[in-house]
């Protein structure tokens, strides 16, 4: 059959091929979309199940990773070599002398005063004392008269001597008895007795006359040391004792006697006269702690400070210590000479003293908040890919908020910082760092 064109003219062959061909493109097209359509339809139906699943899965994940405790920690260090050590300490004199009567009597004179500088051997007072004078001339008297019987004894020794010569040699002729003889004999060994009896008298005339005469020497009051006066408790008039005891005006300059070691004055209460300190040389004792006394060696420098001179420093050294620690307060004496050649430190100044030394194998230095105490001992948190892990430890050192541990940590543990109760061991946490006021 003819195609034939709308008005009903017949079609060529080239119209009718492209009539066709135009027919099938739109049922293509459509097939396409369709065929799209499904794929992604199946291609939903197989990723939205596995996406709602990893979703849920996510969500899970995080709200279990909100549910885990979060905790502070600091990575655990061994603590530096050198250490530093500031205890207090007094300014006191390296001799400090406390000058007593040795002599009765009344203060004649008074030679220093307060603040005077003196010398070894200098008078400082003169006591008056005539019972102590009379005494000494009584017994030079005596030993005059023990020397003057000595010499009357040598005379007659002497001729006792001669006498028996003569009848000795009269009694060997035959012109004396023997009789003679041993009377003569007899009274040269009498006489010899009488010799030596005179010497022992003058002997212990003349030892009593050295003792007089050195108790009558105190008359004269003398400084033992070079240094300064610091107390003078007496005036001209007082009456002294040398039984320890003194009478009369009381000069007490030194508010604190303790600052220097000895032993509170007054006229009236224990009879000090005087009181000489060598301010040159200075030195201050302070009670080492345990813990650190071990680490503390004679002969070591330390560094002194006074709040009356801001910003100076006075070296000064250990001179020695009482190798043995007080049972009552667990401390070490020591003893820190200071030098101070300027001289711009007094007696009884409050320091500061700072030792500085190396102390081995102290150990790991930690928080004081980070230790759990359990029956079984001493335990710290250990924090191992967020793993608790509860370390049993060895402490040895406790300064207060810090502690150091000897044994059961290592350089690089994560220690959790005060941990709660929910921190127990194999517990998963969060982990976060500590504020820097916490840390080593």
Request: hydrophobic share 40%; charged share 20%.
């Amino acid at each position: 059959m003819n195609s034939r064109a709308v008005d009903g003219s017949p079609l060529s062959a080239d119209n009718r091929e492209k009539r066709s061909s135009s027919g099938q493109s739109p049922r293509y097209a459509r097939f396409l979309v369709i065929a799209v359509v499904v794929v992604a339809a199946l291609l939903l139906l197989g990723w939205w199940p596995k996406h709602m699943l990893n979703k849920q899965v996510q969500a899970k994940a995080n709200q279990q990773k909100a549910a885990l405790p979060i905790v502070e920690v600091v990575t655990a260090s061994e603590v530096r070599q050198a250490e530093e050590l500031t205890l207090p300490g007094t300014v006191v004199p390296v001799s400090t002398t406390h000058i007593y009567a040795r002599a009765t009597g009344y203060l004649k004179t008074l030679n220093a005063d307060i603040g005077d500088r003196v010398r070894r051997g200098q008078v400082l007072a003169i006591i008056e004392s005539p019972e102590l004078d009379a005494t000494v001339q009584q017994e030079r008297s005596l030993l005059q008269v023990s020397k003057s019987a000595l010499n009357t004894a040598r005379s007659q020794l002497t001729l006792q001597q001669a006498t028996y010569d003569r009848v000795h040699t009269l009694a060997r002729h035959g012109v004396l008895s023997q009789q003679d003889d041993d009377v003569a004999l007899a009274a040269v060994k009498a006489a010899t007795d009488a010799v030596q009896s005179a010497e022992n008298s003058v002997d212990a005339e003349a030892s009593a006359v050295e003792h007089w005469a050195v108790l009558g020497s105190y008359e004269q009051v003398r400084s033992p040391i070079d240094g300064t006066v610091t107390a003078r408790n007496v005036d001209v008039g007082s009456f002294v004792s040398s039984s320890g005891a003194a009478t009369g005006l009381t000069v007490n300059t030194t508010s604190d006697q303790s600052n220097s070691g000895g032993p509170p004055t007054g006229g009236a209460q224990g009879g000090e006269l005087f009181q000489i300190a060598d301010t040159h040389n200075l030195r201050t004792f302070i009670s080492v702690p345990e813990q650190d006394a071990v680490s503390v060696q004679t002969g070591q420098p330390a560094t002194l400070t006074f709040s009356e001179l801001p910003g100076q420093q006075f070296d000064g050294k250990v001179a020695r210590s009482s190798d043995s620690l007080n049972q009552q307060t667990r401390t070490l004496l020591l003893e820190v000479q200071i030098q101070d050649p300027n001289r711009r430190l007094r007696p009884g100044m409050f320091a500061l003293v700072q030792l500085h030394f190396n102390v081995q194998n102290l150990g790991i230095l930690i928080s004081g908040d980070s230790i759990i105490p359990r029956a079984q001992g001493q335990f710290v948190a250990v924090v191992d890919n967020n793993i608790v892990h509860l370390q049993q430890v060895h402490v040895g050192r406790d300064l207060g908020t810090e502690v150091y541990v000897t044994s059961g940590l290592r350089n690089g543990d994560k220690i959790v910082v005060n941990p709660t109760d929910n921190v127990q061991e194999g517990v998963h946490v969060q982990t976060q760092t500590a504020p820097k006021g916490q840390e080593r």
